[in-house]
């Protein structure tokens, strides 16, 4: 249970830095961002999210990122489809708890945190059709096997 919430949490993290560097570089000092963000730790330890955040570009940001060896990016080369494999990891890890666990409360967990991930698959399958994206970009963003 416990790995998932922090699973769930760096990949707030990580998808919140993602944003703010595209899109808000200019508007967030390095202090500012650090309060943005969630102060637990999984896969990315303290020392590489900090590197993370002190990134003074999207790039340099996406570098760090795909060099980091605990964050198993398969996914394409677009920010877009990094930002979902962090969801795709999710998934994949709370799958296997919810067919490998015992423990109930596991078991609750990882219905959950696939719930969760359902919900945001029907919202970018809603949102993508209304702003007319390919089928291909559409399927970038699930969070599928």
């Known amino acids: 249970v416990r790995d998932l919430f922090l699973q769930e949490i760096e990949v ?3 998808e919140l830095l993602l944003r703010v560097k595209l899109y808000f570089a200019a508007v ?3 202090t500012e961002l650090r309060g943005l963000l969630m102060p637990w730790y999984w896969r990315i330890g303290k ?5 993370l955040v002190q990134s003074e570009t999207p790039e340099a940001y996406l570098a ?3 060099a980091t060896p605990s ?5 394409g080369a677009t920010p877009e489809e990094l ?3 962090g969801g795709r990891q999710t998934y994949h890890h709370a799958r296997t708890v919810l067919h490998l666990t015992s423990a109930p409360h ?4 990882a219905f959950v945190s696939l719930a969760k991930l359902e919900r945001e698959n029907v919202v970018n ?14 399927r970038a963003m699930l969070y599928l096997s």
């Open 12 to 14: 707030y993290n990580l």
């Open 28 to 30: 967030y000092s390095e």
């Open 47 to 51: 020392r590489r999210m900090t590197q």
């Open 64 to 66: 760090l990122l795909r």
């Open 71 to 75: 964050f198993h990016y398969t996914g």
């Open 83 to 85: 930002a979902a494999e």
């Open 106 to 109: 596991a078991a609750l967990a």
């Open 125 to 138: 399958v809603i949102e993508g059709v209304r702003y007319g994206l390919a089928p291909e970009q559409v």
